[in-house]
Structures are given as structure tokens and as C-alpha cells.
């Protein structure tokens, strides 16, 4: 009998490999981000806005909002990675040495928990063996811990791509405020950051598998909500002679 290498049918919306499912993780978090930099941001400079027609005050606020939010989001995304990182590589580490100490032992457990899988005690012995065969290290990974050794993530390549995402959204607000004249701004950059958001809720929906409409319409009205309430404050306070 010939060994198939035929491909296992798949659907386009089921990531059936690790690497495919991670790049769409990595995917919904630069959403997520550049959502955050986008809302930030545009509240920062709406509520500014409200309180004053000064290009060099908002312009100042929006910077400082754009940067400090980058480098937040980027130092939260680090210490979480890491934490997460040093876990994995603990578990690896911990694993590769129970296999060099007592191999059978480990071939027992890899084949008993194929076993609570439901399988037979000849089928699990026989897909146990093969496995162990092929990567030992690898099989119990998967079976025991469902991590792979190719799958740690990088800390600082996370907070990169945080900073970048939430740079990218928060670059929109800035330009919407500053470009139009001082009378449109505030409606201007209102109509396109709800567009902005509406395209972030629902690509996030379409890499989640959720529902576009749903997911689309709390994100739209959650900025607007932040918008408003930014904007109110900021008036209020240029109105009262505050600021």
C-alpha cells in the first residue's frame, strides 16, 4: 500500500494549521490595535478641539496621545508576551527533559491520553508509535500541553507590531483634525473616524468568524460615544474660561 500525500480537505474559514491560525491571531490583534490608537487619539484631539481652535494645542495633544499610546501599547504588549514566552519555553524545556530521562514512561502517557481521546488501545498504541517516531518532543507538545515548539512568540516582535498598529489608527484622527479648516474639523474628523471604525469592527469580525453587523455597529457606536463625551468635556472647559 502507497503512503497518500494528498492534502486534507480544509475550508477557507477553518485554520487548520498552527502557523495559519497564529497569522490570523496576529492579524485580529493589529486590528484590535490600530482600533485603539484610532479611538485614543481621536478623542484626545475632538475633546481639545472642543475646547479650543488652536492648530499648536491640538496638534501637541494628539502627538502626545499618538506617541504615549504607541509606547503603552507596546510595553503592555511586551510583559504580556514575555510572561507568556517564559511559560512556554519553561514547559518545552521540562518536557524535553522527562523524554531524555524515562522515554517509556513518556511513550505510556502519550499513548494513554490517545487512548481518553476514545481511541483503541491498539489504535492509540499504533499512533503513540508513530508519533514518537517521527518527533517525539513534538507529539507530546500537542497532546499534553497543545503548544508547538515553533509557536513561542517573539516579545519584542509583539510589541513592535503593536506600536505599528496602534500608530497606523492613530495617524488617521491626527490627519482629519489638522487638514481641514478650523470650522469643519470637528464634524470631518467625526464622519471619518466612525468610517474608520465601521472598517476595523468588521475586518476584526471577519478574521473572528463573528457577525460583521453586530460587531461592526458596537465598535461604530462606542467611538461615537467617546467622541461625543470627549467633545462635551472639551467644550464645557473652553467655555467656562477654564482652559
Known amino acids: 500500500m502507497t503512503e497518500s500525500t494528498?492534502?486534507?480537505?480544509?475550508?477557507?474559514?477553518?485554520?487548520?494549521?498552527?502557523?495559519?491560525?497564529?497569522?490570523?491571531?496576529?492579524?485580529?490583534?493589529?486590528?484590535l490595535g490600530a482600533?485603539?490608537?484610532i479611538v485614543s487619539v481621536a478623542?484626545?484631539?475632538?475633546?481639545?478641539?472642543?475646547a479650543t481652535s488652536s492648530t499648536s494645542a491640538i496638534a501637541t495633544a494628539g502627538a502626545a496621545g499618538l506617541v504615549g499610546g504607541a509606547?503603552?501599547?507596546?510595553?503592555?504588549?511586551?510583559?504580556?508576551?514575555?510572561?507568556?514566552?517564559d511559560s512556554q519555553k519553561a514547559l518545552i524545556a521540562?518536557?524535553?527533559?522527562?523524554?531524555?530521562?524515562?522515554?517509556?514512561?513518556?511513550?505510556?502517557?502519550?499513548t494513554a491520553l490517545w487512548r481518553a481521546q476514545g481511541l483503541s488501545d491498539e489504535t492509540a498504541t499504533r499512533v503513540a508509535t508513530e508519533l514518537t517516531e517521527?518527533?517525539?518532543?513534538?507529539?507530546?507538545?500537542s497532546a499534553e500541553l497543545h503548544i508547538d515548539e515553533d509557536d513561542v512568540v517573539s516579545p519584542w516582535?509583539?510589541?513592535l507590531s503593536s506600536a505599528i498598529a496602534f500608530f497606523a489608527g492613530a495617524i488617521l484622527?491626527?490627519?482629519?483634525?489638522?487638514?481641514?479648516p478650523a470650522g469643519l474639523r470637528v464634524p470631518i474628523t467625526f464622519v471619518v473616524v466612525l468610517l474608520a471604525l465601521a472598517a476595523t469592527g468588521a475586518l476584526g469580525a471577519r478574521l473572528g468568524g463573528g457577525g460583521v453587523g453586530r460587531a461592526t455597529v458596537r465598535v461604530v457606536v462606542g467611538g461615537a460615544i467617546a467622541l461625543a463625551a470627549t467633545f462635551v468635556i472639551g467644550r464645557l472647559l473652553g467655555t467656562s474660561g477654564l482652559v
Do not use: C
Open 6 to 31: 494528498s492534502p486534507l480537505p480544509t475550508h477557507d474559514d477553518e485554520p487548520h494549521t498552527g502557523s495559519l491560525s497564529g497569522r490570523l491571531n496576529w492579524l485580529r490583534a493589529g486590528v
Open 35 to 37: 482600533n485603539d490608537g
Open 43 to 50: 478623542a484626545i484631539v475632538v475633546g481639545v478641539a472642543g
Open 71 to 85: 509606547i503603552s501599547m507596546a510595553l503592555g504588549e511586551y510583559v504580556s508576551v514575555s510572561s507568556q514566552s
Open 94 to 110: 521540562k518536557e524535553r527533559a522527562e523524554l531524555e530521562a524515562d522515554p517509556e514512561a513518556e511513550f505510556e502517557e502519550l
Open 134 to 141: 517521527k518527533d517525539a518532543l513534538a507529539a507530546h507538545l
Open 157 to 159: 516582535h509583539a510589541a
Open 173 to 180: 484622527p491626527m490627519l482629519a483634525v489638522l487638514l481641514p
